[in-house]
Structure formats: C-alpha cells, structure tokens
C-alpha cells in the first residue's frame, strides 16, 4: 500500500488515536498547519478506499474510523524503497550515516549495539 505524505500523516493521528472522527483528526492537524476540512475528509475517504483504516463506529452523521493497518505493515516497505533510492540499496550506508551524522545518546549507542550483537547471533 502506497501513502502520500500527508496520508501517512493522517495515519498518524489514527495511530495514535484510534476510533476518531474526521472533525477530530482535522482539529488535530491544525494544530501543526492551516488545512481545510474538507482536505483532511478527502484524506480519510481515500485512506479508507485504500483499506488503511475502517468505519468502526457511528454516533448520527458522524462516522469514527480506526485504523486497519499497523504502523510496521507501511514501515518495511517505505524504509526498503527509500534506502534503495537514497543509498543505491545499501542498508550499510544508512546505518553508518545515522551512526555519523545523527546525535545519538548513550542509551541509542547502546540499544544499537544489543541490535548488532542480537544479528551476530543469528549466524552463529
């Protein structure tokens, strides 16, 4: 399933906040940018005929929905084509750039150390 950017920001709100109504997600996103209502309904009527999220509810004319997909079904497949496009498909590169160019904390050094000694593991 492919998501525009801002579709994938209105899974967000799903995400975080499951069994909302369009009114609700709109008041959510204006609180980070100027966006119509009508916008963020078009976003969740698209969502919904892509299967992402699902009618779960309804009080009078409005309609809650939650979401169908979990954030790790969109994960995999997003970070794969972006390593692909950005470095040539090479996972190492990406790894050594955040490693880099990002500002990383002792405990992130050490969660991605325990990852690192975790794959060791599973070749021998």
Known sequence: ???????????QFFWSNPGSAAPQIH???????SVSYSTVKTIIDR?????A???SDQQ?????????????QLR????????KRVFLGKSQSLAAHIIQEEELSLDDI?????LLEQK?????
């Open 76 to 83: 995999k497949p997003m970070i794969k084509d972006f390593i």
């Open 47 to 51: 969502l919904e005929k892509k299967g």
């Open 27 to 33: 008041k959510l996103i204006e609180q980070k940018r």
């Open 120 to 124: 060791k593991e599973e070749f021998k």
């Open 1 to 11: 399933m492919e998501l525009s950017d801002f579709e994938l920001e209105v899974m």
């Open 53 to 55: 999220i699902k009618r």
């Open 60 to 72: 009078g004319r409005t309609i809650f929905y939650s979401p169908l997909v979990e954030k790790n």
């Open 110 to 114: 050490s969660y991605l150390e325990s």
